[in-house]
């Protein structure tokens, strides 16, 4: 069975913005709520899921007070290794 595209790439944007929600001291519920999606959106999002709109990624940004680009500082190992 092939992987979705992109899907390592979602799962650690997903973590990030997971790690991010957690430090910033929010539920999910309480984040989800703020940014107006659903729980389960933010749920599918944090765990790899799923992903999302620039919308979405500019509401997290502004409600957890970083940069868009935060989300994205992370490694992905090449495929093969």
């Known amino acids: 069975m092939k992987r979705a595209p992109h899907t390592e790439k979602k799962k650690a944007f997903g973590k990030k913005v ?3 929600r957690k430090a910033k001291g929010l539920s999910q519920l309480k984040l989800a709520h703020l940014v107006d999606i659903e729980l389960s959106t933010l749920n599918r999002i944090e765990l790899g899921k799923a992903g999302t709109s620039l919308a979405t990624i500019f509401a997290l940004s502004e409600i957890l007070e ?4 935060a989300f994205f500082e992370f ?4 495929k093969g290794k």
């Open 66 to 69: 970083v940069p868009p680009k």
């Open 18 to 20: 997971r790690e991010i």
């Open 75 to 78: 490694e992905i190992a090449p």
